[in-house]
């Protein structure tokens, strides 16, 4: 009977390790925020939410630690190349482009401005053109938006 040898994707391990240093760093501003830990503390449910992730991540990193590269990759920049191909598709890279515009965009606009022109944007973008249906939908989104937020929860949307 021949074992068999699970493979990581690529990146995966350079991910875990980031993952293991982004913990220790939450885990640092946790302990920051009332200089030690105390049980009644404001820093002791962020200082136990960071000693999990960092479990977690340690925990990632050990089971991850018999995982072998896709044989096919022989060097870090081709790995580097493979990461990018998968996990930077098109639609991934708009999305994100469109949603750091829309982040700068309610600075200058109002909310439901702003709001109804990204979720008008991506529907048209995802939806494949389909212009008049996305703008209905966007259009009724900021209205249930619009209802929930202003009339029934009284909350001001900048």
Same mark, same amino acid.
């Given at each position: 009977?021949?074992?068999?040898?699970? #493979?990581?994707?690529?990146?995966?391990?350079? %991910?875990?390790?980031?993952?293991?240093? +982004?913990? !220790? =760093?939450? /885990?640092?501003?946790?302990? #920051?925020?009332? @200089? =030690?830990?105390?049980? @009644?503390?404001? =820093?002791?449910?962020?200082?136990?939410?960071?000693?999990?992730?960092?479990?977690? *991540?340690?925990?990632?990193?050990?089971?991850?630690?018999?995982?072998?590269?896709?044989?096919?990759?022989?060097?870090? $920049?081709?790995?580097?190349? !493979? +990461?990018?191909?998968?996990? &930077?598709?098109?639609?991934?890279?708009?999305?994100?482009?469109? $949603?750091?515009?829309?982040? !700068?965009?309610?600075?200058?606009?109002? &909310?439901?401005? $702003?709001?109804?022109?990204? /979720?008008?944007?991506? %529907?048209?973008?995802? #939806?494949?053109?389909?212009?008049?249906? $996305?703008?209905?939908?966007? *259009?009724?989104?900021?209205?249930?938006?619009?209802? /929930? &937020?202003?009339?029934? %929860?009284? !909350?001001?949307?900048?």
């Amino acid at each position: 009977m021949t074992k068999k040898i699970e #493979r990581v994707r690529a990146g995966e391990k350079v %991910f875990d390790w980031l993952l293991l240093l +982004f913990s !220790v =760093g939450v /885990l640092y501003e946790a302990y #920051r925020i009332d @200089n =030690g830990v105390q049980l @009644n503390s404001a =820093g002791s449910f962020p200082v136990g939410l960071a000693l999990i992730m960092l479990a977690s *991540s340690i925990a990632i990193i050990f089971s991850h630690r018999r995982k072998q590269r896709d044989p096919q990759i022989h060097s870090a $920049s081709q790995e580097f190349k !493979v +990461f990018l191909h998968e996990h &930077f598709k098109t639609h991934i890279v708009v999305f994100s482009i469109v $949603s750091m515009l829309y982040l !700068v965009a309610i600075v200058w606009t109002s &909310f439901y401005v $702003s709001t109804f022109i990204f /979720l008008a944007a991506m %529907f048209i973008y995802y #939806r494949q053109g389909k212009i008049i249906s $996305s703008l209905v939908i966007a *259009s009724l989104a900021i209205a249930v938006i619009y209802v /929930l &937020f202003t009339i029934v %929860f009284r !909350v001001y949307l900048p």
